[in-house]
Antibody, heavy 120, light 107 residues
């Protein structure tokens, strides 16, 4: 079955960077886009950006422009999201999510989430 | 940016009751709206896409309706496993946006 498995929890200091991985299986990795969404503690969902695993093309939410980089390795069917210049407000659970169609942008399935804590 | 406003923010319901959740968009999203369910400590799960199409494995008690700027998620008879937070999401325009969520709790 289609599955996204993310890397484990991270604790980072302010100003550092974090790179979260998302291992895809059960489908052709280059066929569908992967998006990243985050959720701060007790808060709602916030879309961060999108990547096409075939071309490597990306688009980021304006809020994260300049701080986020989404990449992939097609050989190991893994997507990555790197966020730099971390601050306490970046403490959140980060999710990767598959867009299982080429004609719309709803998400199914989601990875299990990676908790990132930013603390001095 | 399209803002999605969900109401009510919290709903206290007894099992077996009918639940109606609203999602209002600041501008038309056509029929490009999805609903997700999230339980504590879990990732969101897709319930409905394209306003009214149930995702694979989603029970028939979940239904969606609406168009343009007004949308509704209905749970016809609430089961114990349905107590959760529900989010709407539009994919008609970039950036993709989510509503603030609606929590369905036990009365």
């Amino acid at each position: 079955q289609v599955q996204l498995v993310q890397s484990g929890a991270e604790v980072k200091k302010p100003g550092a960077s974090v790179k979260v991985s998302c291992k895809a299986s059960g489908y052709t990795f280059t066929s569908f886009d992967i998006n990243w969404v985050r959720q701060a503690p007790g808060q709602g969902l916030e879309w961060m950006g999108w990547m096409n695993p075939n071309s490597g093309n990306t688009a980021y939410a304006q809020k994260f422009q300049g701080r986020v980089t989404m990449t992939r390795s097609t050989s190991i069917t893994t997507a990555y999201m790197e966020l730099s210049s971390l601050r306490s407000e970046d403490t959140a659970v980060y999710y990767c999510a598959l867009v299982p169609t080429t004609v719309a942008n709803w998400f199914d399935p989601w990875g299990q989430g990676t908790r990132v804590t930013v603390s001095s | 940016e399209i803002v999605l406003t969900q109401s009510p923010a919290t709903l206290s319901v007894s099992p077996g009751e009918r639940v109606t959740l609203s999602c209002r968009a600041s501008q038309s999203v056509s029929s490009k709206l999805a609903w997700y369910q999230q339980k504590p400590g879990q990732a969101p799960r897709l319930l409905i896409y394209d306003v009214s199409t149930r995702a694979t494995g989603i029970p028939a008690r979940f239904s969606g309706s609406g168009s343009g700027t007004e949308f509704t998620l209905t749970i016809s008879s609430l089961q114990s496993e349905d107590f959760a937070v529900y989010y709407c999401q539009q994919y008609n325009a970039w950036p993709l946006t989510f509503g603030g969520g609606a929590k369905v709790e036990i009365k």
